[in-house]
C-alpha cells in the first residue's frame, strides 16, 4: 500500500519558516519524480516544487529564492524548506510523487495534504 505522509505544516507569521516533510512507503521512492503542490481556497491546485530523481529541481516562480526542495532517498523522504513566508503562501501543501518510464507516466500518488497559514 503505497502512503505519503505530509508534516510540517502550521501557523506562521509572516517573513518566518517552516520546513515541511513527505514520508513515503509502499513504493521504490528512488525512481520517483517528488513535487509539493499547494491549494489555496477557491484557486485550483499549483505545483510548487520539485525534484526528479536524478535531482534536477525546479520552482514556481512566485517561491524562488525562498523555498528549497530536497529530498532523502534512503529514508525515503522528501523536504520543502519555506522562508520568509508571505500571506499569500497560505494553502493546503500536498506531496506528490510519480514515476516516469520512458516517457510516460506509470504511476502517480498523493499525501493528504498539510495546512500552512501564514498570518500579517
Known amino acids: 500500500q503505497v502512503q505519503l505522509v505530509e508534516s510540517g505544516g502550521g501557523l506562521v507569521q509572516a517573513g518566518g519558516s517552516l520546513r515541511l516533510s513527505c514520508a513515503a512507503s509502499?513504493?521504490?521512492?528512488?525512481?520517483?519524480?517528488i513535487g509539493w503542490y499547494r491549494q489555496a481556497p477557491g484557486k485550483q491546485r499549483e505545483l510548487v516544487a520539485a525534484?526528479?530523481?536524478?535531482?534536477?529541481?525546479n520552482y514556481a516562480d512566485s517561491v524562488k529564492g525562498r523555498f528549497t526542495i530536497s529530498r532523502d532517498d534512503a529514508k525515503k523522504m522528501a523536504y520543502l524548506q519555506m522562508n520568509s513566508l508571505k500571506p499569500e503562501d497560505t494553502a493546503v501543501y500536498y506531496c506528490?510523487?510519480?514515476?516516469?518510464?520512458?516517457?510516460?507516466?506509470?504511476?502517480?500518488?498523493w499525501g493528504q495534504g498539510t495546512q500552512v497559514t501564514v498570518s500579517s
Open positions: 509502499g513504493i521504490i521512492f528512488s525512481v520517483n519524480d
Open positions: 506528490n510523487a510519480r514515476r516516469t518510464v520512458l516517457g510516460i507516466i506509470r504511476n502517480v500518488y
Open positions: 525534484i526528479t530523481s536524478g535531482d534536477s529541481t
